[in-house]
T-cell receptor, first 114, second 114 residues
Framework: NAGVTQTPKFQVLKTGQSMTLQCAQDMNHNSMYWYRQDPGMGLRLIYYSASEGTTDKGEVPNGYNVSRLNKREFSLRLESAAPSQTSVYFC?????????????FGPGTRLTVL | GNSVTQMEGPVTLSEEAFLTINCTYTATGYPSLFWYVQYPGEGLQLLLKATKADDKGSNKGFEATYRKETTSFHLEKGSVQVSDSAVYFCALSRGSGGSYIPTFGRGTSLIVHP
């Protein structure tokens, strides 16, 4: 059971380049999330998918797009990277719709935009 | 809206000292409450949770009690170890419109010296 996996672990981009961060979970969870973590800011939700086939914006969606490819996979795309998107990105999943379900996090992708 | 406030860090302690990290929340109804821990270079992982008022969550010597009257969920440990050095996040989740979005505090860094 790998849990939540993310690729790549590290990435350096130049301003204007695009990339896709991949996330997959093997726990048969319905809900998946993308967060960014910046020093002193805690976790901020970018997008989430409550179930396969649905996606919704979180707190900081500008500059990002997502795709819920299937129940297992949820990708995050940066179309034109900016230095302000330098951050650590975490994918998470959760088993159900109830508020008592905890989140399971991947190991993170450390992205630097020059 | 929902919010979580936790004490700013870093909290610096000597090994075997008593730990308290304060967490208060604002939410309508009866959210579930969580503490997550993040070790250096890793994603967050659940430490403990409580799903209703007066519940006590506990794990690895850490405890927190869901106090509805004071809207608090303070994290405590009687004797910390160097290996407890990490960032601790308080979080709540509350259902709304068929899905739920967790809300995280900004995190409190704990440094334990030998």
């Amino acid at each position: 059971n790998a849990g939540v996996t993310q690729t790549p672990k590290f990435q350096v981009l130049k301003t204007g380049q695009s990339m896709t961060l991949q996330c997959a979970q093997d726990m048969n969870h319905n809900s998946m999330y993308w967060y960014r973590q910046d020093p002193g800011m805690g976790l901020r939700l970018i997008y989430y998918s409550a179930s396969e086939g649905t996606t919704d914006k979180g707190e900081v969606p500008n500059g990002y797009n997502v795709s819920r490819l299937n129940k297992r996979e949820f990708s995050l795309r940066l179309e034109s990277a900016a230095p302000s998107q330098t951050s650590v990105y975490f994918c998470a999943s959760s088993g159900g719709q109830g508020p008592y379900n905890e989140q399971f996090f991947g190991p993170g992708t450390r992205l630097t935009v020059l | 809206g929902n919010s979580v406030t936790q004490m700013e860090g870093p909290v610096t302690l000597s090994e075997e000292a008593f730990l308290t990290i304060n967490c208060t929340y604002t939410a309508t109804g009866y959210p579930s409450l969580f503490w997550y821990v993040q070790y250096p270079g890793e994603g967050l992982q659940l430490l403990l949770k409580a799903t209703k008022a007066d519940d006590k969550g506990s794990n690895k010597g850490f405890e927190a009690t869901y106090r509805k009257e004071t809207t608090s969920f303070h994290l405590e440990k009687g004797s910390v170890q160097v290996s407890d050095s990490a960032v601790y996040f308080c979080a709540l989740s509350r259902g709304s419109g068929g899905s739920y979005i967790p809300t995280f505090g900004r995190g409190t860094s704990l440094i334990v010296h030998p």
